[in-house]
């Protein structure tokens, strides 16, 4: 029999629970928002596009189906709270990437950060205006204690993004994932509300 919760995680669970679909969070550029069917073709834009799958956890999607299945996916889980997946479009509609929750934790306040931009869009700070969304919802809204997450050590780009973000580099992973036939590290990164807040504080005073 599980233990029960306190009621801060109490509290994360039934907020999880209450959701009517996926949060539609808006910024200046970027809006997270559920995935639709017709989405299908700019998924398979982004997870067929070898540049993407270098350092994302499966091989380069081959066909359009597997982007619809992907969407079939990530409508079950979220009906079953397990994650979070939105796609990230611009201010026309057009979709550029997808941002995840996942792994999810309410007993211990944490869960997992997970990202996608297509190339055309890389280095214009959409990634991080996305991803600054995401964790604005899941540590104010929701109320999670500690975000993670994991990426591939070559991903520089990745590090810094979620170093300007707050995030710390505390471990790493020998060999932990394979993409096809390739096996890779996995470099561990974890950022507190506390951290977070106190980063966005500092923006914001910076930006007077």
């Known amino acids: 029999m599980p233990l029960p919760l306190s009621p801060h995680s109490q509290a994360i669970a039934d907020a999880l629970a209450a959701l009517d679909g996926f949060p539609s969070l808006h910024g200046p550029r970027v809006r997270l928002r559920g995935p639709r069917d017709s989405d299908d073709a700019a998924l398979f834009a982004i997870f067929g596009d070898a540049r993407v799958a270098r350092f994302w956890s499966r091989p380069p999607m081959q066909d359009i ?8 996916q990530i409508q079950a889980n979220m009906a079953e709270r397990k994650l979070i997946n939105w796609v990230v479009v611009d201010e026309t509609d057009a979709l550029v ?17 997970g990202y996608a ?3 055309d869009h890389w280095g214009r700070g959409l990634a991080s205006e996305a991803t600054g969304l995401a964790l604005d919802w899941a540590i104010d809204t929701i109320g999670f204690h500690r975000i993670d997450a994991s990426i591939d050590p070559d991903n520089q780009a990745s ?12 471990g790493r ?3 932990s994932f394979f993409v096809g036939d390739r096996v890779t590290d996995s470099e561990l990164l974890g950022l ?5 807040r106190e980063r966005r504080a500092a923006a914001a005073a910076a930006a007077r």
Request: charge should be neutral; glycine fraction near 4%; aromatic fraction near 8%.
């Open 117 to 119: 931009l297509h190339p």
């Open 97 to 113: 990437g997808t941002c995840t929750l996942f792994r999810f934790d309410a007993a211990h306040r944490r869960a997992e950060l």
């Open 159 to 170: 590090r810094a993004l979620l170093h300007r973000h707050g995030f710390l580099t505390e």
């Open 65 to 72: 189906a597997e982007a619809r299945e992907l969407i079939a």
């Open 173 to 175: 992973l020998r060999e």
């Open 192 to 196: 507190l509300a506390s951290d977070w």
